[in-house]
C-alpha cells in the first residue's frame, strides 16, 4: 500500500513539474503582443466609449410624440381657442 502511495506523490509531483516547464517552453515560443495591436484596441475602445457617452447625452425620445387621438388637430391648441371637454377618454382599443 506505501509503495503505490509512493508511486501516486511522485507521478503527481512529475506531473505538476512538467506541465509548468511546458507551459514556459510554449509561452517563449509564442510571440509576444505587438504594442501597435494594443494600442488599436485601446483606440477602437475609446471610440465605442465616445459613442456610446454620444448616445446617452441625447434626451430620449418621447413615446407620445406623433401619436393623435381621433378628432384632435396636430400640434398644441392655441391658447385663445376654447378647449374641448377631455374628461371623456375612450380608448380606440376599446372600439367605443
Known amino acids: 500500500m506505501m509503495r503505490?502511495?509512493?508511486w501516486l506523490v511522485l507521478g503527481?509531483?512529475?506531473?505538476?513539474?512538467g506541465y509548468r516547464k511546458a507551459t514556459t517552453i510554449a509561452r517563449s515560443l509564442r510571440p509576444a503582443p505587438r504594442a501597435?495591436?494594443?494600442a488599436e484596441f485601446a483606440a477602437d475602445v475609446r471610440e465605442g466609449m465616445?459613442?456610446?457617452m454620444e448616445r446617452q447625452a441625447q434626451p430620449p425620445a418621447s413615446t407620445l410624440e406623433g401619436h393623435r387621438r381621433r378628432g384632435l388637430p396636430a400640434?398644441?391648441?392655441?391658447?385663445?381657442?376654447p378647449r374641448r371637454?377631455?374628461?371623456?377618454?375612450?380608448e380606440?382599443?376599446?372600439?367605443?
Open 4 to 6: 503505490r502511495l509512493v
Open 12 to 17: 503527481a509531483v512529475l506531473g505538476v513539474t
Open 36 to 38: 501597435s495591436a494594443l
Open 50 to 52: 465616445a459613442v456610446y
Open 75 to 81: 400640434g398644441r391648441p392655441a391658447a385663445s381657442q
Open 85 to 90: 371637454d377631455t374628461h371623456h377618454h375612450d
Open 92 to 96: 380606440l382599443k376599446d372600439g367605443r
